[in-house]
């Protein structure tokens, strides 16, 4: 089993920057990618970002491309969100996940954390 930690959630204005940093351990051999989630109150769950450890290969949702950057420090097994220029409706609580494949990520299914709240004043 992998278990997964998120931190570095906080209140911010809007236009600020934060960084989410999620910590993997266990059998993180079994995970070939990580990625991020976010659900707003009365909102759907949706994807926000995703990385494949071996290659680095990324993937973003369109409502993030160019504000929000994804990374890993593979000796670590630690995955990093870098979010710029925030808004109020990137208000959420953000999910850290760890999966076999980014597809996997991508689909939701994986090992999840128990989120990071990120909130931006406006």
């Known amino acids: 089993q992998v278990q997964v930690v998120e931190s570095g959630g906080g209140l911010v204005q809007a236009g600020g920057s934060l960084r989410l940093t999620c910590a993997a351990s266990g059998r993180t051999f079994s995970s070939e990618a990580m990625g991020w989630f976010r659900q707003a109150p009365g909102k759907e769950r949706e994807f926000v970002a995703a990385?494949?450890?071996?290659?680095?290969?990324?993937s973003y949702a369109n409502s993030v491309k160019g504000r929000f950057t994804i990374s890993r420090d593979s000796a670590k097994r630690t995955v990093y969100l870098q979010m710029n220029s925030l808004k109020a409706e990137d208000t959420a609580l953000y999910y850290c996940v760890a999966a076999k494949s980014i597809a996997q990520v991508a689909a939701a299914h994986g090992y999840w954390g128990r989120g990071a709240q990120v909130t931006v004043s406006s």
């Open positions: 990385v494949v450890w071996s290659s680095g290969l990324t």
